[in-house]
């Protein structure tokens, strides 16, 4: 095995290796700032592979990890978002008192366990990326140790582990019908017409179970607005995004082989988790005096449209998804580091009240708020547009009326509660707090998720260029 | 050159992204530089651009650029294209080069205003959008431009907004050339169904093999976008907003209000001849409107007293004498009209606004007079602007463009002998009253007295566009405009023009006092006050529409549509405190509804 | 669908029997309602303070650490005996391994985690690291 055989795989190695760097120079010597720029260092440079590590791509390692086109392209953002969460990070933690430093370890391991899940081609993989993924979330979300957190990080784990035993539980059965954990195996011995029993279905959809859960597609959604509420900002931008993102690749690399239009008890299942979560999302979100909780719903109807784009799996939908996840990591975390910047300590920030008058104090995170609520409610011209109405297209060629009917009545439901909060951030406001400067990291990571998230809206040609070019290499 | 096309509406966007973000940080004389350097740059690269075309080989064809294709579906993909033509050439120069003069002259009659960095970034938003509109190849940016001047406009109107009158002022031009913009967005709408592209040259293309000669669908396609052009270029019945829109400052109304923006009209209908001549109808009612307009502004004009509204209704008629070109098919000779009056109009707004700024801001021209001796150079400016409006026969060049428009209605096949009628008569009440504001502001007898002096900025394109004013006559038009002229027909127009600088030399100089006790008598009185108040447009409309529409919406706040939309908003209400009872916090509750939904989910995987 | 009848009777009987055995309880059973009831130990010696003592965080470490490098042990264990097997690339990935493993105990001792006393120099590093580490 040479250096160009491992090139694919650096990029999802490059954070577990800073990771344990960390550790072992907080072991000897700690520094808030040095610990930061090495995991941004690590994150970057992780990043930077991407496009080389394409060269080497599609590239299979044993039956456990195929890394192609869209893994990278998944893990291009992973890595992208987690930077952005370490410069929210940054400026956030420095507020607080005690030990900061293990937070980037933390984040690291959780960025690790993302970028497996994307590149996971066998349960064995999925279910380890999985798992990093999620114990370091435990430790990330109780993080600030006051009531809320330790009650959001309790939560979390007590729920994550029965979604999870689900999941295996699922993994088993299938596993006892087919005797293969390998997705690409299942889908062709299923294609092949292998007798199953009614054990497959219920494995399915109790992996759909764990699945869901991470993505907190209703009913499996009600953890989402308790622990976005308790965790970090920073924390609930990673749990929003790269979380759910990589659990997105990969139920797409394990859902989409299945072919589930030819399943239609499972076509049935999905539909309704995505139809559900878009209505309920919305509709829990509408009239949520917190906006962390608006968030947290928010996302859930997000990912009720995105999972309607498991439903077909045609190359069009995969692309629709794709981008659309990108201008959702984009619009998310820029309104989750405007949240952070704001957050002078915990409970700060978090009514609507709150942001009453936030444009004459803060007219920059203000601005930036706006656009990213718009980028939320689909307005054109920004990545949020583009991003719903290729959705859209994709749904629509794919017949899906139903879920269709419901993403339209759902984002109509919704521009009510995201122009409320725009209302309020330039209401009039008398007695204004003192301002408070952002930290430049933050503040130039906001920064640079504003001019993406026009770019992508104005023109998203070439990006969507290389979603084509990506998924016409993977097939 | 050609490539660096999009450097051209680029420049001025620039501008106004540094001034909105940072401008309010700037030191003034940074402002200045950015907010007319942008624009002078977009000027030379518009001129070279233009050069670049005129050298081509394919310059009757001219250059078109796609920068890339916003969205893509079926087929219908509206691409950022922008194309450089004769036309558009013709537009971009003017906008650009006019623009940068006007916004010199900002400089330094904006001097003491505190909002200086605002007015220029909303100056340079507006050349920005300007330019999209006139380089569009496809007719969807060309609306994002086109909404964009109008954003723009609304702005400036009311830049001085602690005045209540200015913010009406800005809001009626708002929602009276919105009637106009629907009409445009439904013509959008109908282009893109019924012929599948928004691309000019393909609708160009398409129009004619689709749709027949004044079929019905032609017909109402070139209806709604003539309805835009109504509203955009304050042509009857859409004229009422520009005279209000004079609150903006002077070089707002110089540059968006006279020289451009008010254009826009004429500029869409040229472009989209194509289908304009696939409806001889709507053909026939622009030549018809254009010619009532000009007739009825400039009669508005000759009673004016505020000095920058009858420049307003002038404008109003000299844009009217470019509908009547379009409405009998002189394209070249309604844009020819368009350069000159873009010319000679702002420099009568510039110097009126050079006179006004030394006069403490007066705007009355009953009380200015005799300023002759005290501001040579903004009277000379005048004269040569008033003149070229009156179209002095060989010396100026709003005669050449006024005289081909006046050909053309005569010996067109559409044209017609009571169309060229009533732009003669027109032509005489244009210098009837262009040659009043000199005669009321300059000379007679001296009512106040001139304050400070004027610098070289504001100097520097009074010189400038005076220079342009006369010699913007005999610059070549494109492609076979110079025809042997019927001798008659220039007579005719000379003599009127002259015909009317002589009796507003009589009436308002030589024998004021007589004209003064003619517009005293009870009928006289009656008459300027009807014509000076626009016809009575803005009291019609008042009772007609505003106040009909107000009252059916107070009385419609209750009424059957409420209800619907109210449901709708209380279903969604209940629906969300029944599902926000859902999340109680409990953990034990989550856990039972991963349960719960696991079995429904099993359920359905194995028993559907 | 035929098939799945027996389920169906399956589940109603274990429906029916838990339900059965709640009710007849229910029905049949005695109930007391003296001050004894509610105490932990209805019949033993009455408690003398809270039920809810507080342990030193260092106990649930010590059991932490424990289970962490036990199963870690079963790892390398496993790797031993198919040695031969796996070649040398089994025996980078279990260097690999125990290197990760000795970062972490060096983590784990430098942050003071090992301590079970406080010994005066590393008094104020324990007793923050000691929370911190109870989360880790």
Known sequence: ?475 | MAELLWLIPALPFAGFLALALLGSRMPRPLVATIGAGTVGLSALAAIAASLALAGSAGAEEGITRTLWTWISVGGFAPAVALRLDALSAVMTLVVTIVGFLILLYSTEFMAGDEGYSRFFCCMDLFVGAMLTLVLADDLLLLYLGWEGVGLSSYLLIGFWYKAEANVRAARKAFIVTRVGDTAFALGLALIATQLGTLRIQEVAERAPLFWGAGSGMAVAAAALMLGGALGKSAQLPLQTWLPDAMAGPTPVSALIHAATMVTAGVYLIARMHALFLLAPVVMGATAVIGAATLLMAGLSALTQSDLKRALAYSTISQVGYMFLALGVGAWSAAIFHFMTHAFFKSLLFLAAGAVSMRLRGEHDMFRMGGLRRALPGAFWAFVIGAASLSALPMVTAGFYSKEMILERVWSSPRGAGWLWAAGLIGALITALYAFRMVFLVFFGEKRQETEGRSGARVMFPLAALAALSIGGGFVPMSRGTWEAHALPLTLAASLASLLGIAGAWFLFHRRRGMTERLAGSPAGALLRRFWAGGWGFDQAYDALLVRPFVRLTRASREEFADPYSKGVARTAGALHHLLSRTVTGQLRWYAMAIAAGTILLIGMAVFL | ?136
């Open chain 3, 1 to 136: 669908m035929a098939t799945l009848w027996p389920l169906a009777v399956y589940l109603g009987a274990t429906l029916a029997i838990v339900a059965g055995i709640v009710t007849l309880s229910y029905l049949l059973g005695e109930r007391h309602e003296g001050k004894a009831r509610g105490e932990p130990y209805e019949s033993g010696i009455l408690q003398t303070t809270s039920a809810r003592l507080r342990v030193s965080a260092k106990f649930y470490l010590v059991a932490m650490f424990f289970v962490i490098f036990d199963v870690e042990t079963a790892f390398v264990l496993a790797w031993a005996v198919s040695f031969r097997a796996t070649g040398w690339a089994g025996y980078a990935a279990a260097m690999i391994f125990i290197g990760i493993l000795l970062v972490a105990l060096v983590y784990l001792w430098r942050a003071g985690a090992l301590d079970w006393g406080t010994s005066p120099n590393r008094k104020r590093s324990c007793n923050e690291t000691g929370k911190q580490n109870g989360s880790t």
């Open chain 1, 1 to 475: 095995m040479t250096f160009r055989d491992l090139l694919p795989l650096l990029p999802l190695m490059l954070p577990a290796l800073t990771a344990v760097a960390i550790l072992l120079l907080l072991a000897f010597h700690r520094s808030h700032r040095l610990t930061a720029w090495l995991a941004a260092g690590g994150l970057a440079a992780a990043l930077l592979l991407i496009p080389f590590a394409c060269e080497g791509a599609p590239r299979r390692f044993g039956a456990l990890l195929v890394v192609d086109g869209c893994a990278l392209f998944y893990t291009g953002i992973i890595m992208a978002a987690a930077l952005a969460v370490a410069a929210f990070s940054y400026g956030y933690l420095a507020r607080r008192r005690g030990h900061v430093e293990e937070f980037y370890v933390l984040l690291l391991l959780a960025t690790t366990g993302g970028a497996v899940l994307t590149a996971s081609s066998h349960f064995a993989t999925f279910f380890l990326g999985l798992e990093v993924l999620t114990v370091a979330l435990y430790t990330l979300i109780a993080y600030e140790r006051g009531a809320f957190g330790i009650e959001a990080g309790v939560k979390y784990l007590v729920l994550a582990a029965v979604s999870t035993a689900a999941l295996l539980f699922g993994v088993a059965l299938i596993y006892a019908e087919l005797g293969t954990m390998e997705f690409s195996k299942i889908a062709s011995l299923l294609d092949a017409g292998a007798p199953v029993s009614l054990l497959m279905p219920a494995g399915v959809a109790l992996i759909l179970v764990g699945v869901g859960f991470k993505l907190a597609l209703t009913p499996f959604h009600l953890w989402a607005p308790d622990v976005y509420q308790g965790a970090p900002a920073p924390t609930a931008a990673f749990l929003s995004t790269v979380s759910k993102g990589a659990v997105f690749a990969a139920a797409m690399r394990y859902l989409v082989p299945l072919d589930l239009p030819s399943h239609r008890s499972l076509w049935l299942a999905v539909a309704a988790l995505a139809v559900v979560s878009m209505l309920a999302g919305n509709l829990l979100a509408l009239r949520q005096g917190n906006i962390r909780r608006v968030l947290a719903y928010s996302s859930i109807a997000h990912m009720g449209y995105l999972a309607a784009m498991l439903l077909t799996g045609s190359p069009l939908a995969t692309a629709a998804a794709m981008f659309y996840l990108l201008a959702y990591f984009v619009t998310s975390l820029g309104a989750w580091g405007v949240i952070a910047a704001l957050s002078e300590k915990e409970g700060d920030a978090e009514r609507i009240e709150d942001y009453r008058g936030l444009a004459g104090r803060h007219p920059w995170l203000a601005g930036a708020l706006t656009l990213m609520l718009l980028s939320l409610a689909g307005m054109p011209l920004t990545a949020g547009f583009i991003s719903k109405f290729f959705l859209l297209t994709a749904g629509v060629e794919g017949r899906l009326w139903a879920p269709m009917a419901a993403l339209l009545l759902g984002s109509a439901i919704g521009i009510f509660y995201y122009v409320r909060i725009i209302a309020m951030l330039f209401a009039p406001q008398e007695d204004a707090p003192p301002v408070r400067a952002t930290h430049w990291a933050a503040g130039a990571a906001i920064g640079a998720l504003v001019l993406l998230l026009i770019a992508l809206g104005v023109y998203p040609a070439p990006v969507l260029a290389i979603i084509q070019s990506l998924i016409a290499a993977s097939s």
